[in-house]
């Protein structure tokens, strides 16, 4: 084998380890995310099961931001209740639910100190 031939085996190598380097990272960091959205759908759950009367609701993240997270959960039955917001914080590795409304002031977002890319 010649000198080319060894080259261009070696940068074959080479882009295929970069390919695959990054597709591994890409599917860990898929599971990392589906880990966190997974927690924060707990999380949500349980704060509005304990904090409303609501018997089933849907629940979607609109946002995730670092420690905090904006939900929205709707009921099951549209005449329970109207949709709501549920803001979390991540506290030592576990979400937990901070308030829940249909509407927040300045100062709400102030006291809780969410910031102002996860607010509404």
């Given amino acids: 084998?010649?000198?080319?031939?060894?080259?261009?085996?070696?940068?074959l190598r080479h882009a295929l380890l970069i390919a695959l380097i990054a597709?591994?990272?890409?599917?860990?960091?898929?599971l990392l995310a589906a880990g966190e959205e997974e927690a924060v759908t707990v999380a949500a759950k349980k704060y509005v099961a304990?904090?409303?009367?609501?018997?089933?609701?849907?629940?979607?993240?609109?946002k995730i931001d670092g420690d905090y997270a904006r939900v929205k959960v709707?009921?099951?039955?549209?005449?329970?209740?109207d949709?709501?917001?549920?803001?979390?914080?991540?506290?030592?590795?576990v979400w937990?639910?901070?308030?829940i409304g249909t509407a927040f002031s300045p100062e709400d977002y102030r006291e809780l100190h969410i910031p102002t890319s996860v607010q509404l």
């Avoid at 084998?1 to 940068?11: D, G, P, Q, V, Y």
């Avoid at 709707?74 to 209740?81: E, F, I, L, V």
């Fill in 74 to 81: 709707a009921p099951n039955d549209a005449s329970q209740t």
């Fill in 96 to 99: 937990h639910g901070l308030t």
């Fill in 1 to 11: 084998m010649n000198i080319t031939n060894k080259n261009s085996l070696a940068s």
């Fill in 23 to 30: 597709c591994v990272t890409g599917y860990i960091g898929s």
């Fill in 83 to 93: 949709a709501a917001w549920v803001f979390l914080k991540r506290e030592q590795g």
């Fill in 50 to 62: 304990a904090h409303s009367v609501v018997s089933g609701f849907h629940v979607w993240i609109e």
